[in-house]
């Protein structure tokens, strides 16, 4: 088991920053990627950026390329999502999560997942 804890989230002003981080507890080393997904009101969970912790490479959706950076910690066990240049349209709930096997953007992919933490950017 893997446990996941984000913390980071709150309001921010467009073109402000935040920084998520996603402590791992439990059998860390089981993970093959962590990754951030986000969820809007009354939209699907939508994959906002990975990191593969065999090749060290990174992913990211189109919408976040530019602005946001993922990062991780290996000493703490701790995943990063440095957000910048903050839109009103990434306002949503972000979820760390973490697979044992697959490296991708589909959440069902993901094995364990965190409780998530609201991110609201006004305009």
């Known amino acids: 088991q893997v446990q996941l804890v984000e913390a980071g989230g709150g309001l921010a002003q467009a073109g402000g920053s935040l920084r998520l981080s996603c402590a791992a507890s439990?059998?860390?080393?089981?993970?093959?990627?962590m990754g951030w997904f986000r969820q809007a009101p009354g939209k699907e969970r939508d994959f906002v950026a990975s990191?593969?912790?065999?090749?060290?490479?990174?992913l990211y959706a189109d919408s976040v390329k530019g602005r946001f950076t993922i990062s991780r910690d290996n000493a703490k066990n701790t995943l990063y999502l440095q957000m910048n240049s903050l839109k009103p349209e990434d306002t949503a709930v972000y979820y760390c999560?973490?697979?044992?096997?697959?490296?991708?953007?589909?959440?069902?992919?993901?094995?364990?997942w965190g409780q998530g933490t609201q991110v609201t950017v006004s305009s």
């Open positions: 999560a973490a697979s044992t096997s697959y490296i991708g953007t589909r959440a069902r992919g993901y094995d364990y």
């Open positions: 439990g059998r860390t080393f089981s993970s093959s990627a």
């Open positions: 990191f593969n912790w065999s090749y060290g490479n990174t």
